[in-house]
């Protein structure tokens, strides 16, 4: 079945330094890829999206290409604050079979000033 | 403009006793989903529903049980607990199926412990 894989965390990282985070995913037919955010005791929010190939998602400074070569999607940010400090989730949406959504296990991404 | 709310927020359950968690929107979604997060394993589909009255199993449905009488309401009940169902349960909407550009909106969650 459809799968995504991202990398584990935690990612530690300095204020202003450039973050990657990588996912790669397997699907038999042609997903939308999306990033999610959740932040300490809160819910998931959506950061950002792609629906074809070759799409860039971004938002607050965040971005990610869908690359179907590769079957990746991986998150950027160039310069990471303090604030960014969250949990990221990659996922794909399983459309033409009810749009549930098959997630990564999540990385935890800890930003020091 | 509430958007998705669940209750209760968190609770404490001891093992063999039942209770359902809500699931309301008020965006007039028509998908609903509930998933249920575990550490080092990601969001994993419990249960989903495709319009009133419709209800589905997803990856991880044993155990479970779902209703959705009201097209805004999406109930998830656990007739006998079990200590493997302590978890962070999210509800979850998408306004229809089939749209690309569609994301799902999250709930803040149900932390639910089991003794």
């Known amino acids: 079945g459809d799968s995504v894989t991202q990398m584990e965390g935690p990612v530690t990282l300095s204020e202003e330094a450039f973050l990657t985070i990588n996912c790669t995913y397997t699907?038999?037919?042609?997903?939308?890829l999306f990033w999610y955010v959740q932040y300490p005791g809160e819910g998931l929010q959506l950061l950002l999206k792609a629906t074809k190939a070759d799409d860039k998602g971004s938002n607050k400074g965040f971005e990610a290409t869908y690359r179907k070569e590769t079957t990746s999607f991986h998150l950027e940010k160039g310069s990471v604050q303090v604030s960014d400090s969250a949990v990221y989730f990659c996922?794909?949406?399983?459309?033409?079979?009810?749009?549930?959504?098959?997630f990564g296990t999540g990385t935890r991404l800890q930003v020091f000033p | 403009n509430a958007g998705v709310t669940q209750t209760p927020k968190f609770r404490v359950l001891k093992t063999g006793q039942s209770m359902t968690l809500l699931c309301a929107q008020d965006m007039n979604h028509e998908y609903m989903y509930w998933y249920r997060q575990d550490p080092g394993m990601g969001l994993r589909l419990i249960h989903y529903s495709v319009g009133e009255g419709t209800t589905a199993k997803g990856e991880v449905p044993d155990g479970y049980n779902v209703s959705r009488l009201k097209k805004q309401n999406f109930l998830l009940g656990l007739e006998s607990a079990a200590p493997s169902q302590t978890s962070v349960y999210f509800c979850a909407t998408l306004r229809e199926g089939g749209l690309r550009n569609q994301p799902q909106h999250f709930g803040d969650g149900t932390r639910l412990s089991i003794l």
């Open positions: 996922a794909l949406s399983d459309e033409g079979n009810t749009d549930k959504l098959i």
């Open positions: 699907a038999t037919g042609y997903p939308s």
